[in-house]
């Protein structure tokens, strides 16, 4: 890392001492002067007609100040894809029907939280009970009750697509396997609920700071659903305790209600989810089906792959529809294919909505991938590590489906997990009921896909000059917790020659700071961080040309570097940075100087760049007891560079966590369509006792799209920590499993 002065250095994040000290506001701690508190009545049905609403008793109810239904809006209905309208089927409030328990029904605004609650038993809805669809099956039946009316039998969004000709692969294949998977639901359980402030002005515009990983999303959506201009609706992004893509469908009915209500009150409105709302009425991770038939060759070569994934959508689209196709695309991400094809059906029911969440079906489809992976070898007699690194990808290909891998780290991933692990070694050696476990990943680094044609740009950002030599960098990237304000700082830092702690970064206001897209799709390093970079290079060339004539040189002969200015090859000509700039503001009385900068990917239809990696996990199986304890999971990742490795590592020990509890613990339960473990005494999450030690290895591969050849780093790491852990159990006790959660019961009595 020599060549770099602040990329590759494990700097402390720029939030650390406010959230150590409690001075970091989140959205639930703010207030203005006369707030009221919102509460919104949902709906104890998962299926029902709305005949009737009456909100009289709880209007005259002291201290109910506003209260509202879906007759109070315009019945616009929202969603995070705009470029089906189909895609768009949820309104703010429910207006004819609902269509899962937890619907929202109406909302009060009191002067307490405690009068807003006794409000809600006081509104009376008269509902028509009708038939619920509460599973996969029950949704694709011939009599199956419809949930929506542009959805004939359910269906939310098929995918088809096929690569070569599969028949001919399949018959030329020495060996063909099938095989059925089945993964369940996963809540996202940030540790912040989501809450709001929402407030309308005399004059009409609307401010509300919000719990959000897409702050223009919900500007572009509340304008939309309430019926104004953009321009009159500022979205501010206080800390945010989490997201996972559970905050990324823009526009949520909590900041909906709130706004309606503030509107309708003439007074601000704080709503802040409870644990159970937080468990009930946002998204979850979708339970996913998967049919995988692989051909191979006698060496192992994959000659063709054909997959069907059935996911469980739940009551609404969010990201779904995208979903559905990431299903598929996603496995072209590690191996390369003779041929391909896949078929993807996303359902409605009438559960809890399905949505985006950490790995977005990557989870699913590589649990799914990686299982048959290491079946395949046995069934071929094949070391599980050698028949991956047969077919991994590699720097330079095109996938059946048009991905461009312009860096790819898989196969030193791969090896570095091997060794650290010791798998040569333990593989099928180790005592009995102990066991290790292989499993690798590919991810993209933000979509190269217009998700809101109304946004005209995927990330922009403007850096600014201040007087004492500090820079203002204003980026609308959405930090909720996992590092991008410290990461931009770093990399407008190396861009300009300053110091980290000379570097300002701006929350996203969307009133005050430049559009990005948001937050999901792995996409604020590559994103956000290229157009930081562009900024900072704008401004420094613009600081650079007031130089030259301070220095009376040509501009590409000076250079900023450890906070001071000089002209290369004659030291004399120096001086700090600060006295520099104070020069130029002088000599320009003042006027600041400005630079911009903005980043689209080079490629429009799938995505800017690809990350990889390997996980290689022991475990120790109890059958008498049905438990699986992780000993220790030695993790590879090619992030293209490591912007701050510190950063890095915390991302991928959370993501490691993440798929820990998915594997083992977490599965959100319902009963009629009803979640009845909403709580974290009863839904179960790893703690940091059940943590097991992880070894870290970074591999860079330097990537020529990446700000400084950096990639994403994190959510990518998700997928392969299920398959792995179950690979592991299968080499610890001979016994192969097929679905998730891997509870106790399925284990009990195993040997």
């Not at 605004?109 to 509104?123: C, K, M, S, W």
């Not at 509107?263 to 089906?289: D, G, L, N, Q």
Request: charged share 25%; hydrophobic share 40%.
């Amino acid at each position: 890392m020599g060549e770099y002065s602040t990329i590759g250095q494990r700097i402390a994040r720029s939030d650390s001492f406010v959230k150590v000290t409690g001075e970091a506001q989140y959205a639930g701690d703010l207030s203005l002067p006369r707030m009221l508190y919102g509460k919104i009545l949902r709906s104890p049905l998962p299926h029902a007609r709305i005949l009737h609403i009456d909100t009289s008793r709880a209007e005259r109810m002291p201290g109910v100040k506003a209260v509202v239904t879906g007759r109070d809006t315009l019945g616009v209905k929202i969603g995070p894809l705009r470029f089906r309208e189909r895609f768009m089927d949820q309104p703010g409030l429910a207006v004819d029907k609902v269509r899962y328990v937890g619907d929202e029904v109406a909302a009060v605004a009191a002067t307490d939280e405690d009068v807003a609650e006794e409000a809600l038993g006081l509104i009376h809805v008269e509902y028509e009970e009708l038939p619920a669809v509460l599973s996969v099956e029950q949704a694709i039946a011939p009599d199956a009750p419809q949930i929506h009316e542009h959805a004939p039998g359910n269906l939310s969004r098929r995918i088809a697509l096929e690569y070569g000709d599969l028949e001919k692969a399949f018959a030329e294949s020495y060996h063909v396997r099938e095989d059925r998977f089945n993964t369940h639901g996963q809540a996202h359980a940030p540790m912040e609920p989501r809450a709001c402030l929402a407030s309308f002005d005399g004059a009409g515009k609307l401010t509300i700071w919000t719990s959000t990983q897409v702050p223009y999303f919900v500007k572009s959506d509340l304008a939309l659903a309430l019926g104004v201009p953009a321009s009159d609706v500022r979205v501010i992004l206080p800390y945010v305790g989490g997201g996972f893509g559970g905050k990324a469908d823009g526009m949520f009915s909590f900041e909906f209600c709130a706004a309606l209500l503030s509107r309708k009150s003439a007074r601000p409105v704080r709503i802040a989810y409870t644990r159970e709302e937080e468990f009930v009425a946002t998204r979850r991770r979708h339970p996913v089906t998967v049919e995988l038939k692989t051909g191979v060759s006698k060496d192992g070569l994959i000659l063709a792959r054909e997959a069907r994934c059935v996911l469980d959508g739940g009551a609404y689209n969010g990201f779904g529809p995208a979903t559905v196709l990431l299903c598929g695309i996603f496995l072209n991400l590690t191996y390369r294919y003779g041929t391909f094809k896949y078929e993807g059906l996303r359902f409605y029911t009438n559960n809890p909505v399905s949505s985006a969440m950490r790995g977005h079906g990557a989870p699913q489809s590589h649990f799914a991938s990686e299982l048959q992976m290491d079946r395949l070898a046995a069934d071929l007699g094949m070391d599980p590590l050698d028949l991956r690194l047969r077919n991994t990808l590699k720097t330079g290909d095109v996938t059946l489906n048009g991905f461009k891998i312009r860096s790819c780290g898989l196969d030193e991933c791969l090896r570095a997990v091997a060794e650290k692990s010791g798998w040569r070694e333990k593989r099928g050696k180790l005592p009995p009921n102990r066991g290790i476990g292989i499993a690798c990943t590919g991810f993209p680094s933000g979509t190269g896909f217009r998700q809101r044609p109304d946004l005209p740009v995927y990330s922009a950002a403007v850096a600014k000059l201040n007087e004492d030599g500090s820079i203002r960098l204003l980026s609308g990237a959405a930090d909720t917790g996992q590092g991008s304000d410290s990461l931009l700082c770093q990399i407008a830092a190396e861009e300009m020659g300053v110091t980290v702690a000379d570097v300002k970064l701006a929350r996203a206001d969307t009133d005050v700071t430049p559009i990005d897209m948001g937050n999901y799709s792995s996409r604020e390093t590559v994103f956000a961080g290229n157009a930081a970079k562009a900024a900072v290079a704008d401004l420094k060339q613009k600081l650079l040309e007031e130089a030259a004539e301070l220095f009376e040189a040509h501009a590409e002969d000076i250079e900023i570097s450890g906070g001071r200015v000089f002209v290369k090859g004659s030291p004399d000509r120096a001086m700090p940075f600060r006295d520099l700039v104070h020069a130029v503001y002088l000599r320009r009385q003042g006027k600041p100087l400005v630079g911009d900068g903005g980043y689209d990917p080079p490629d429009k239809i799938n995505y800017a760049t690809y990350t990889f990696g390997a996980q290689a996990v022991e475990v120790e199986v109890d059958p008498e007891i049905g438990e699986v304890r992780v000993l220790n999971v030695a993790s590879a990742h090619d992030c293209g560079r490591a912007i701050n490795p510190m950063a890095v590592e915390g991302q991928l020990e959370g993501s490691i966590h993440m798929g820990l509890g998915w594997t083992l613990m977490e599965d959100l339960i319902l009963e009629d369509g009803r979640v009845i473990n909403p709580s974290f005494l009863d839904y179960k999450i790893p703690t940091a006792l059940e943590m097991p030690e992880v070894t870290i290895e970074h591999i860079e591969s330097n990537d020529p799209e990446g700000p400084f050849g950096a990639k994403e780093a994190g959510e990518g790491i998700t997928p392969p920590t299920a398959p792995a852990i179950v690979n592991a159990v299968y080499d610890a006790i001979g016994k192969e499993f097929n679905s998730l959660p891997l509870v106790g019961s399925k284990l009990l009595g195993v040997k």
